[in-house]
């Protein structure tokens, strides 16, 4: 059949003119002073210490929602229980709203005009303007990803290897560890990265709960934000921009590289 | 007896998948589960290995009442439909595994493995991966794999299933062989009637949860208990009224003594010929005939003939 | 060899000992623990606080004073007033409907393109379309603060285009066209790749030319896919915030629905945020809720 060429050359103006044009003109104006300004930029303390804060609540959020998702695509796949759609729906809410809501509503329900507040007050524990918050605000946002990624794949590859480790005496640690995880481990590591992708780059929620207190409970991509929006520091929105985009280009280059391991592991016995 | 069902009852919601099974099955046979789908036949397989809970009745292996032991206490060996071959391991990982998992020494495990891919023929393939094999390499896996563990019992899952029409009769004389050798009691469930007649030592006829037959495979085929093991293991005709096996009817010239017919159709099959007859009473039947014996006849439509049951008759109600 | 029946007799039902019942046992244990773990963990992160959310916004306000846990001495009073109320804030109603139209209009543009990119990525060939392939994931991947950075300077004030989309609505649009595009376009890039091409090739044989084929062939498979993508993207559209955090300016009549309520949580008009938010959500659960119906009805009516 003959290919549209008409069709083609439309698709790639769109594109070039919806994404490619933004994300090149990203890059020319990071270097637009020099490298030595990008560094200088991005060495700023205010830009570190943001940086380790979205690297800290990663190294939180994301172990605890692979632990999740990776438990809860178990239990959905290979039991049919009470709720489980219930369950289910559940996960994609937080991705399905918006992270502003989101994140009004953790302060609703956590802070000290929330119900919860005055408790965890007393407890010690603050969620509005603290750490605490942007870590509950970030699992939040970056809850469904390792459950949606491992899901498909558990339901497709289907219980026979399973079942063949159990009446072979394995029991249910060892065939979680030696037959389960080896099928699931590219559909998790997708999901890990999706997930790690989400963490440093949420914006939304966190700008809710954190209150914005600089070299307190500024993440990077709040940083960004307000290197415009309060100091109109153009540049140093611009290079700190850079690290969180290059940060989603490399998490893009290893999902291609998992899409395509995964892609071969299935085709295996196909 | 090696395994006794008594009263196995399964149910998924409201439908009876095994409903009140009860038989036996000898030591060192080589018996098959034969049935349409949705028989039941693999349920009671599962319910036989432990990989699903019965509802009521027991199950004893070897006097033993397993009914509530878990999978991997009953030391059974399964062959899974499709194999279920650990995709990420090699031929000799998988069929060690349930060595590795009774934590035997290295040098047993590697000795045993050994000894079983020779059996199944396989030991020049076992540092491939099971992406890398046949179907019928893949099948010959999974009973090392099974066996290797030493099972009181070898239960496969319509184990030729998805293979090609001629591996499946490859595998078929195989394993007849191989259980000679081997003579561990062994259940195989099937669907294909002619796998069943040329593997089976004892048959198990099942339908809609329930047994219809159980016995020699012989002697089912020639006196079925009822009409729907007839019906199952190969082809009937309605002769008289009564249903007959096609190949126990026979055609002879006008004159000869039976019933009048007309031949209505015939279709050549190579090694058989089918004739399709309407008789005096304005009934239609067919017979099968071997292509000599159509040859000899030289019938074509049209032509006046006599059609009877052959004398000693497998007649059957 | 004969069956003998009698033997059954021998067999009579036994109660399996504890010890062999253990292992079902702990099984069941593990499971209900593991149902319970996940169960506890989403209410923490999301059923509590959504709970909350839209209690607080359609006016069950819940007052707590002093210490110890708020939920054993609240107070209702449900005023729906206060939904009313916060939902006659100035802007409020403007915010809302600015996010509605402009979420249709960005989410059926990038339906129609995304049928149009999907194709040429299935079904053209040409040097470095595997990497327009990876391109395609790239607003979902980048932090949306980022594309906002970018957009307020591409398309601001000092625009090197020299476009100025500074508190319009055309620059929401491209931000959020930027944003959805890879919704619109994975949703029905799998269905395409997987459609049978002995229809196409059917319509050709009975003379059908390429835009009729499309229509009459393509479309129809792909339009459940492109519903759901549909859906999606709106979904997207109405709830984002970071891209177009700066080029709305901040000014009434370029400021959605999200950004409206960020504007009040920096006021802390708590009430009135939980309102619009309440509102929002609605409008999404709406809009997803239609598409997925229509999109489940329209392959249930092509059979697939």
């Known amino acids: 059949m003959k290919r549209p060429t008409g069709l083609r050359v439309v698709v790639l103006a769109y594109l070039g003119v919806i994404v490619a044009l933004p994300v090149g003109y990203l890059i020319y104006r990071a270097f637009s002073k020099g490298f030595s300004s990008f560094m200088s930029q991005v060495t700023q303390p205010g830009a570190v210490h943001a940086l380790v804060l979205s690297l800290e609540v990663a190294a939180i959020a994301v172990p605890l929602n692979t632990i999740v998702g990776v438990g809860a695509a178990l239990l959905f796949a290979r039991h049919r229980f009470w709720g489980h759609r219930v369950l289910d729906l559940c996960f994609d809410i937080p991705v399905a709203v918006s992270p502003v809501i989101i994140g009004v509503a953790l302060v609703l329900a956590y802070s000290k005009i929330g119900w919860w507040g005055s408790w965890l007050a007393t407890q010690g524990i603050s969620v509005l303007f603290s750490v605490t918050g942007i870590v509950l605000a970030t699992t939040a946002v970056s809850l469904p990803y390792v459950l949606r990624s491992t899901l498909p794949v558990l339901l497709e590859s289907g219980t026979d290897q399973e079942e063949a480790a159990r009446t072979l005496g394995s029991g249910p640690l060892r065939t979680f560890w030696y037959i389960t995880l080896p099928v699931i481990r590219w559909g998790v590591l997708y999901g890990v990265v999706l997930t790690l992708a989400r963490t440093l780059g949420e914006f939304g929620a966190v700008v809710v709960v954190s209150g914005n207190i600089s070299g307190l409970t500024q993440t990077l991509p709040i940083y960004i934000y307000d290197s415009w929006d309060q100091n109109y520091n153009a540049q140093a929105s611009f290079d700190n921009a850079l690290i969180l985009a290059a940060i989603a280009v490399v998490a893009l280059v290893v999902l291609g590289i998992l899409r395509s391991k995964e892609r071969n592991h299935r085709g295996d016995l196909a | 007896m090696a395994i006794l069902l008594n009263r196995v009852t399964k149910s998924y919601g409201s439908r009876r998948v095994v409903d009140d099974v009860t038989t036996s099955i000898d030591d060192g046979s080589l018996t098959v589960i034969l049935g349409p789908s949705g028989s039941g036949k693999s349920t009671l397989l599962r319910l036989i290995a432990g990989l699903e809970t019965l509802d009521s009745g027991t199950v004893a292996i070897d006097g033993q009442d397993v009914t509530f032991q878990d999978v991997r206490d009953r030391n059974i060996g399964f062959c899974f439909q499709h194999y279920a071959p650990f995709r990420h391991m090699t031929v000799a990982k998988n069929v060690g595994f349930g060595l590795k998992v009774r934590k035997q020494s290295r040098a047993d495990i590697d000795r045993r493995v050994g000894e079983l891919l020779e059996i199944v023929r396989l030991s020049d393939k076992a540092n491939r991966y099971p992406s890398q094999l046949s179907g019928g390499e893949r099948q010959r896996m999974a009973l090392a794999r099974a066996l290797a563990i030493e099972p009181r019992v070898l239960l496969l899952d319509e184990p030729f299933g998805a293979l090609d029409a001629q591996v499946r009769v490859e595998l078929r004389s195989w394993l007849r062989d191989f259980h000679h050798r081997i003579p561990v009691t062994t259940i195989m469930v099937t669907h294909d009637q002619q796998e069943a007649m040329e593997v089976a030592d004892q048959l198990i006829i099942m339908a809609e949860g329930a047994i219809q037959q159980t016995g020699d495979p012989r002697h089912i085929y020639a006196s079925p208990s009822n009409e729907f093991v007839q019906g199952f293991l190969g082809p009937i005709t309605n002769f008289g009224g009564v249903p007959v096996r096609p190949h126990d009817l026979e055609i002879r010239g006008a004159n000869a003594p039976g019933e009048h017919a007309v031949v209505t159709a015939i279709q050549n099959f190579g090694f058989e010929v089918r004739v399709d007859l309407r008789t005096e009473h304005d009934t239609s039947c067919w017979v099968q005939l071997s292509t000599r014996e159509a040859e000899t006849l030289s019938l074509s439509v049209g032509d006046a003939v006599t059609v009877s049951v052959r004398h000693e008759p497998a007649l059957m109600i | ?304």
Request: proline letters at 6%; aromatic letters at 10%.
């Open chain 3, 1 to 304: 060899m004969a069956l003998a029946l009698s033997d059954h007799s021998s067999i009579v039902t036994i109660t399996p000992p504890p010890s062999r019942r253990r292992r079902f046992v702990v099984s069941k244990i593990g499971r209900i623990g593991g149902i319970s773990l996940i169960a506890t963990y989403l209410s923490i992160i999301v059923v509590i606080p959504v709970t909350a959310l839209v209690l607080h916004g359609i006016g069950f306000g819940i007052s707590t004073n002093g210490a110890g846990p708020a939920l054993w001495r609240w107070s209702w009073h449900l005023s729906p007033m206060v939904f009313i109320h916060a939902l006659q804030l100035p802007g409020a109603v403007h915010a809302i409907g600015l996010s509605l139209w402009l979420s249709l209009l960005v989410a059926f543009i990038n339906c129609v393109m995304g049928l149009a990119i999907a194709w040429v990525l299935v079904r053209d060939e040409f040097p470095g379309k595997r990497i327009l392939d990876g391109f395609i994931d790239l607003p979902f991947a980048l932090p949306t603060i980022v594309a906002g950075v970018v957009f307020v300077f591409l398309y601001g004030p000092a625009s090197p285009l020299h476009v100025d989309l500074f508190e319009t609505w055309i620059g929401l649009m491209v931000a959020l066209l930027f944003v959805t595009i890879p919704f619109s376009v994975r949703a029905v890039q799998p269905v395409l790749e997987h459609l049978d091409r002995a229809d196409e090739e059917a319509a050709l044989t009975l003379g059908a030319g390429p835009v009729r084929r499309y229509l009459t062939v393509v479309l129809p498979s792909l339009a459940p896919a492109a519903l759901a993508g549909f859906g999606l993207a709106f979904a997207r559209a109405i709830g984002e915030f970071g891209s177009i955090a700066l080029i709305s300016g901040g000014v009434a009549r370029t400021t959605p629905g999200s950004a409206y309520v960020f504007m009040l949580t920096g006021s802390f008009q708590w009430a009135q945020a939980a309102a619009v938010s309440t509102a929002l959500l609605l409008l999404s659960l709406v809009v997803l809720i239609t598409s997925s119906v229509a999109s489940r009805r329209i392959s249930k009516r092509l059979g697939s």
